[in-house]
């Protein structure tokens, strides 16, 4: 599956943004997806991840309660929505589609998206 976010931009603290990952591929349906961060000279983060139909999802402990990931199969999007934006939220921000569980234990994907950044000012 080939990804490519979108969404990202300049915002202010307190702020919203919602990030955009479309999709092409037929086999988007059955690719578990990911929302990952990295700064520079940072490992990548995972921030969120969604199983294939939704039913599952994760959050890191640091967004939680502020990010939301979803996901439309009919669209072949992913989402993140962000509320309540810190300055450590600004990164770059990528999708990725692999096994979720794979991806939730050993951080490994199967494809990226280019990056969409993310500045969070004060």
């Known amino acids: 599956v080939q990804l490519q976010a979108s969404g990202g931009g300049l915002v202010q603290v307190g702020g919203s943004l919602r990030l955009s990952c479309a999709a092409s591929?037929?086999?988007?349906?059955?690719?578990?997806l990911g929302w990952f961060r990295q700064n520079p000279g940072k490992e990548r983060e995972l921030v969120a991840a969604?199983?294939?139909?939704?039913?599952?999802?994760y959050v890191t402990d640091s967004v939680k309660g502020r990010f939301t990931i979803s996901r439309d199969n009919a669209e072949k999007t992913v989402w993140l929505q962000m509320n309540s934006l810190k300055p450590e939220d600004s990164a770059v921000y990528y999708c990725?589609?692999?096994?979720?569980?794979?991806?939730?234990?050993?951080?490994?994907?199967?494809?990226w998206g280019l990056g969409t950044l993310v500045t969070v000012s004060s």
């Open positions: 969604i199983s294939w139909n939704g039913d599952s999802t």
């Open positions: 591929g037929r086999t988007f349906s059955g690719h578990g």
């Open positions: 990725a589609g692999g096994n979720i569980w794979k991806m939730l234990k050993t951080r490994r994907v199967d494809s």
